[in-house]
């Protein structure tokens, strides 16, 4: 519940007034929603959920849904990446570990990873950060193709025209 007086909470004795062009918060209440429509398609049984589409700086930061084993992706990332898996469990080829419901995942810059979801997982749902580019390459890491921020948005707008949202849409998730 908004406070009418920040002076009025003592907890909040003052407060500065943000700055006239700062931009306004980012509050996804569901951020797993029934409506199947928010879910952008990536590939077939792949979708993501825009949470913040970052074009200033770069980044965006979504969910990642998957309901298909195998492997998804051969990628890598010039910058860090950091995952926080919500449902399901995913892996690497190149490592030994297993991504859980509740584990954290930080991928460090440069690194090249196959991710996999196992035979047994119905659905995969992760939270990601991506800084940067994602690009995508084949196993002897030739390049495939790319995404990043402003490809995001590019199918964030086409898909949200077409299930009738509209482009715009998207437009509350770009900072």
């Known amino acids: 519940m908004p406070i009418e007086s920040p002076d009025a909470d003592p ?14 918060e980012i509050v996804v209440a569901k951020a797993i929603p029934e409506d199947e429509r928010l879910w952008v398609p990536q590939a077939e049984n792949v979708w993501f959920r825009p949470l913040c589409l970052n074009r200033s700086q770069g980044y965006w930061m979504n969910l990642l849904k998957v309901r ?20 399901g469990r995913w892996y690497y080829l190149e490592h ?26 119905e659905e995969m749902i992760t ?7 994602m690009y995508y390459v084949d196993p002897w890491g030739k390049p495939l193709g790319y995404e990043d921020v402003f490809t995001k948005i590019e199918m964030c707008r086409k898909h949200f025209t077409a299930v ?4 715009d849409f998207v437009d509350q998730f770009i900072r």
């Open 68 to 87: 298909k084993a195998g492997v998804l992706s051969r990628h890598r990332h010039p910058n860090a990446v950091h995952g926080f898996v919500l449902k």
């Open 164 to 167: 009738g949202l509209g482009a």
């Open 11 to 24: 907890r909040m004795p003052y407060q500065l007034p943000n700055p006239p062009d700062a931009l306004a």
């Open 127 to 133: 939270y990601f950060q991506v800084n940067g580019i």
């Open 96 to 121: 030994d570990w297993v991504a859980e419901e509740g584990s954290y995942v930080f991928e460090p810059p440069g690194e090249t990873h196959t991710l996999v979801v196992p035979d047994d997982v």
